[in-house]
């Protein structure tokens, strides 16, 4: 999967067919399930540090130019993250985890997006990666951003934003040297994301 | 003209940027903390003082000025460590888990990270609030740690700019993201229910 900034055009409804084995034998009410945002990998770094030099120089048109040039140097990280996890994906695994979840709970039927009657959620992921968790340390943990929108059937839509971050931190470095870390720590919170999401359906008062 | 203006901005981002912010943060009584910890068979829970293990304890963030110096202090008017512990207690309330002595679960652990961050782009202002803390659960019946974990809680808004009453609701959705944290947390469910 590239990350580009083609979701931004073309996903912006972009619908995630969730063929769960075993869904029609599922007591539960219907739930249709959308996937409007991919989400996008991103490296925060130089975006999470405190504003500095530009701003000093220039006041706020110089913290919006640092702001530019901090943007890009973390865009240099994002490059070397996905040379060590080329099949980064954002989707993937939360999608899984929401749908297993809600498969286990047994209180909802997912079912294709076509689905009519029922009630409807909408995932969209934001973005998801790496972000300088300790600035003191320079460390580093996963994250994902995501908004939860849920039309209930016959009740009254509602809508939350989900942000959740790894339990884990490493510096950059270990993330782009050691085999696999990158991968594990950023499934590790997007499944977390997935099963939070798919509580949040199922325990809504 | 142009020097008005971006007083004018930097006033609106930050307040004024000599005087010290006293923020009444505290996570909001109608928070739907409800989730799978209302699953649990109830206990009682006593959450122990937390440890403030900040790195810097003497503020929750800084107020800057129009060169990006750090000018004023943003404090919490209570405790983080107060503000962290009645976040848990609330969402464990709200998943019908007691509190109180004799316990059958003590909560321990420290506040590690509690920081408000403002930074501008191009065409918005960033909010970023994040609170972290380091929790140890311990069962009174099997005398044992039965989890331990760390969490996290982040809250960010992009709004044309904003003052006290934005960074105090980034800093309450914080805890509250934090709480939901650990009320979602499904290993420290597995494990409070084999400590039955």
Known sequence: MKYTNGWRFTALFCIFMLKTAGAADQPGQPLSVTNSKLGVL??????????????????????????????????????????????????????????????????FAVEDAKGKGGAAVDIAIDECGLHLADTTADQFASYVYLTLKVKPAGAVAWSEKIQVSGRNRYNFDEFVNQPGLAQAELEDVLKRAGVRAADKIIYKK | MKTIWLLSVVVLVQGCAFTTARLNIAARPDTNFK??????????????????????????????NGF??????????RPVTELVAEGIRAGLKQNGQGAGIPSD???????????????????????????????????????????????????????????????TEVMDASIEKLVEDILFDANLIEALNKSK
């Open chain 2, 68 to 77: 990006g110096q750090n000018t004023a202090d943003i404090l919490s008017t």
């Open chain 2, 105 to 167: 679960i003590n909560i321990s652990g420290s506040v590690t990270r509690f920081w408000f961050e403002v930074k501008p782009n191009f065409w918005t202002i960033e909010f970023n609030g994040n609170v972290e803390c380091d929790l140890e659960f311990f069962s009174n019946r099997t005398n044992s740690v039965i989890y331990k974990s760390r969490y996290s809680g982040t809250y960010t808004k992009k709004t044309g700019g904003g003052l006290e009453a934005t960074w």
């Open chain 2, 35 to 64: 989730g799978p910890m209302s699953q649990v068979a109830p206990m009682k829970f006593d959450i122990k003082p937390l440890e403030d293990a900040r790195s810097d304890k003497a503020r929750i963030g800084w107020k800057r």
């Open chain 1, 42 to 107: 991103e490296v925060i770094s130089h975006r999470m540090r405190p504003v500095g030099a530009g701003i000093v120089v220039a006041g706020l048109i110089g913290a919006a130019i640092e702001s530019g040039i901090e943007s890009s140097q973390d865009e240099d990280m994002k490059k070397q993250l996905l040379k060590s996890f080329p099949g980064a994906s954002c989707s993937q695994p939360l999608l899984e985890a929401f749908a297993a979840r809600l498969r286990a709970e047994g209180s």
